[in-house]
């Protein structure tokens, strides 16, 4: 064990933090689903972020990456977070279906996909669920019906995250006919395909948040799966261990979180419940564990380990970090907590709405929990 | 940036658990607890023949000059098995200060022996009555005593597989060893029994996880096993999640508790207190999963939750240490890039 950063390190966070004080908006950009105008904003930060290389430095170079190791990946989430750089509108790409690509794609869907992934000239949209089918994934009913070189899909995918102003989606779909984990393949479709209908959902702060889809006889190249044909639980599930595992909650999101939430104690804790000192505290700690669980999984898979099961466990401790953070911030402003606009620069109101929904994605902190007791701790199903 | 613990590390921990498991099993602490004993001699003797009593003195007094988090890997296993006896006070506490301080004192010269610490944060001591010696504060300054030239009134514990005493002496009985300046370094003793309690607060948990499991596996209820309840399932998803949140924060503690500033500190602390509430959640979700088993003096969860309880308050309530990572939070940079942070002008004046 040795917990000092390298001076190569030392040198690449040096270099990240001063790209990044030159070219980070002054001003925040308006958010990535409230307009299109926000949307596309965000879109061209992507593209800004890539004219310096650092649209997803641990992507190869030849498909629009660094080539850098998971360490580095942290020291530029840090600096990212800490400088406020805008949310990124592409993260089912970039953090989800990339590294998914990386592993399971072809040579030239690698290089169809990945590239324009990087730079936001494409941005995708996640179409896991359906009314159906929401925690038993296996239950999807959409499917994809060989013609040819073709695939023709059809069905109703819903809770779509960005999928209001994305370019592409990718989801699972299944043979006709064909029965649970079996016959299910991952398919990539275009939002403006002919037979794409995308409508709407408002979330409960009443900001447009995701989207439902309808596919009606959408046709596909058989280049748009990802994998062998039959193959896609197998694909999916690694793409949910990426997503639980590492990339989609990087620690220093919660760290920066955590550091404003001390600062806002300081500043208010004449007029506060004293008891909320020791969850300032907590919120704290709670942010640094998780970084350091991420540095030890980084050092493990760096040394050739793969994410397993545990990754569960990540997705429960951000989940419910991220809350008891954001809620503590509401009860340190007290009385003004459910103002809008709200009071000061910091959204605590609407992170902490935001925060509500983490222990429903990217898997239920229910079936996260099943996860763990099942294939960490060998219980029966 | 390493995180990883090299083979040596994983090998020494592995040949403790062994060790551990053939000596410290259930059988063994039911026929302590029947004959009302709380040490093993055989078991002792063991432990000293391995070498786990040498791992932090230096190589000049014959010890094997190894590191805290080796020792860590130690302490897991030892809260594993519920070790009665106290290997992580004598060998990761009081015998690395006595041999700083008088690396001549007989105690250190007899490998069997062990050596008890008495601190006002740690104001019972387990074996004091068997120790060799005993180190004393008083006013940041460090004494030595045998036990015989202070008075021990035991302190009977819930806990029965170890005993403990109040120790009250006169500094007129007892060896002086110096201040600060000589280097009695309290302070760093404190940081090693708060981490060492913190690394056997892993082991408690995952023993009291584990002991769960296997009773989930074998117990049916309703024509199933309980454990495919997803009600029995989510109580010990629960306790494990928050094992794997204390380890690397014990980890990264061992790993830097030589440094000695405000932000090894602060993470010492934040070990001792995730680790032993891990401890204690997994205990007392280990006896809710027994059922009324787990009430029962029969079922070994019991003995898990006695040693969270204890060491959860010993060298450092939770409100103590929550005040010093609140001494960091909110007197130094805080953010993302501070995880790792060094307090660099105190390193230099402590060099000085």
Request: aromatic fraction near 8%.
């Amino acid at each position: 064990m040795n917990l000092s950063y390298t001076p190569e390190q030392q040198a690449f966070r040096a270099e990240v933090r001063d790209w990044l004080a030159r070219h980070v908006p002054a001003e925040p950009l308006e958010h990535f689903d409230a307009t299109r105008a926000g949307f596309e904003a965000h879109r061209q930060w992507e593209n800004t972020l890539k004219s310096g290389d650092w649209g997803m430095v641990t992507w190869p170079v030849e498909y629009g990456g660094r080539g850098l190791d998971l360490i580095q990946w942290l020291i530029f989430e840090e600096e990212y977070y800490r400088a406020g750089a805008p949310g990124r509108v592409n993260q089912n790409g970039i953090f989800l279906l990339g590294p998914t690509l990386i592993e399971f794609g072809t040579h030239e869907q690698k290089q169809r996909f990945l590239p324009p992934m990087a730079s936001g000239e494409e941005i995708w949209a996640q179409a896991w669920s359906e009314p159906q089918a929401g925690s038993d994934l296996a239950g999807v009913r959409a499917t994809a019906t060989r013609d040819g070189h073709d695939y023709i899909l059809n069905g109703h995918k819903i809770w779509s995250s960005r999928a209001v102003f994305a370019d592409w989606a990718f989801g699972l779909f299944r043979a006709p006919g064909s029965e649970r984990h079996k016959g299910m393949s991952l398919i990539f479709f275009p939002l403006d395909a002919p037979g794409v209908t995308v409508n709407p959902i408002r979330k409960i702060n009443g900001h447009v948040g995701f989207a439902e889809i309808f596919l009606e006889n959408v046709r596909v190249p058989a280049f748009n799966r990802l994998g062998e044909e039959g193959q896609g639980w197998h694909i999916c599930m690694a793409t949910a261990g990426f997503e639980r595992g590492l990339m989609l909650r990087s620690p220093a999101r919660y760290q920066v979180a955590a550091a404003k939430l001390a600062a806002l104690w300081q500043e208010r804790k004449a007029d506060a419940d004293p008891m909320l000192e020791a969850e300032v505290i907590r919120a704290h700690m709670n942010a640094e564990a998780y970084a350091l669980s991420i540095y030890q999984t980084a050092s493990r898979l760096m040394a050739g380990a793969k994410i397993g099961p545990e990754a569960s466990t990540n997705k429960i401790f951000w989940s419910e970090l991220d809350i008891h953070l954001h809620r503590t911030a509401l009860s340190i402003l007290g009385p003004v907590a459910e103002l809008l606009p709200p009071p000061g620069a910091q959204d605590w109101l609407d992170d902490y709405i935001f925060a509500l929904a983490g222990p429903i994605y990217a898997g239920s902190n229910e079936i996260q929990r099943n996860i763990i007791a099942e294939r960490m701790l060998g219980l029966p199903r | 940036m390493d995180f990883t613990l090299n083979d040596e590390q994983m090998m020494f921990a592995e040949t403790a658990r062994t060790l551990f498991a053939d000596s410290c099993s259930p059988d063994h602490w039911h026929r302590m607890m029947e004959a009302d004993a709380a040490w093993d001699e055989a078991r002792w003797a063991a432990i000293v023949d391995t070498g786990l009593t040498a791992m932090l003195l230096p190589e000049s007094a014959g010890g094997l000059g190894l590191s805290e988090v080796d020792f860590a890997l130690i302490a897991r296993e030892a809260g594993y098995a519920a070790l009665p006896e106290p290997l992580v006070e004598s060998a990761g506490v009081a015998a690395p200060l006595l041999a700083a301080l008088a690396p001549d004192h007989p105690a250190l010269g007899d490998p069997m022996a062990t050596i008890a610490i008495a601190h006002p944060l740690n104001p019972v001591v387990a074996h004091a009555d068997r120790a060799a010696a005993i180190l004393l504060e008083k006013d940041g300054e460090a004494f030595v005593a045998t036990p015989d030239r202070v008075t021990l009134t035991p302190a009977p514990g819930i806990d029965p597989l170890r005993r403990l005493f109040r120790v009250d002496w006169d500094a007129a009985d007892a060896t002086a060893l110096g201040g600060k300046n000589n280097g009695a370094d309290w302070a760093l003793a404190l940081d090693r029994a708060a981490l060492f309690n913190a690394a056997m607060g892993l082991g408690l948990a995952q023993r009291a996880v584990d002991l769960a499991v296997d009773y989930a596996k074998e117990r049916q209820q309703f024509g199933k096993p309980i454990g495919s309840y997803q009600a029995v399932k989510h109580h010990l998803a629960t306790a494990q999640v928050a094992i794997e949140f204390a380890r690397p924060v014990v980890m990264a503690a061992a790993a830097d508790i030589g440094r000695r500033d405000v932000h090894s500190r602060a993470r010492v602390s934040h070990a001792k207190i995730v680790a032993l509430e891990a401890a204690d959640n997994a205990a007392r979700a280990s006896i809710q999963v027994h059922g009324a088993m787990g009430y029962s003096w029969e079922v070994d969860v019991h003995l898990f939750l006695k040693r969270a309880l204890a060491l959860s308050q010993s060298w450092g309530t939770p409100a103590f240490h929550r005040a010093r990572i609140a001494e960091r939070l909110f007197t130094q940079a805080a953010g993302p890039d501070q995880l790792f942070a060094r307090d660099q002008k105190e390193r230099e004046t402590e060099n000085a």
